[in-house]
């Protein structure tokens, strides 16, 4: 009876620890979602940053301080960049 009880207890032990595996991947899934879409509001948020920026100064063109269209465009292409480095590289594989 001993030996039995012993299985049945190991046999509960083993599925407690199976389920825990099963929450912890399932979160670690879901974290690995979220962040690509931080990554994704990330790059959107730089890209309209700099669509205001360049707005700005279409809307202003006296203005010393604003920024020429290759200037604009270089900002938006080094945050467009920095987003995808920003990812995790398992997220860029999937």
């Known amino acids: 009876m001993n030996d039995e009880n012993e299985g049945v207890a ?15 991947n399932e979160i670690q899934a879901r974290l690995r979602i979220a962040e690509e879409k931080i990554a994704i509001l990330m790059a959107e948020n730089d890209r309209l940053s700099t669509e205001n920026a360049r707005l700005r100064a279409m809307a202003s063109p006296d203005d ?12 938006a292409l080094k945050g467009a960049l920095m ?12």
Do not use: C, V, Y
Not at 16 to 21: G, T
Not at 64 to 75: A, I, N, P, V
């Open 83 to 94: 987003s995808l480095i920003a990812r995790p590289a398992d997220s860029l594989n999937s």
């Open 64 to 75: 010393g301080s604003s920024r020429t269209e290759t200037e604009l465009q270089m900002e």
């Open 10 to 24: 190991i046999r509960l032990w083993r599925d407690r620890a199976q389920l825990r595996e099963q929450e912890r």
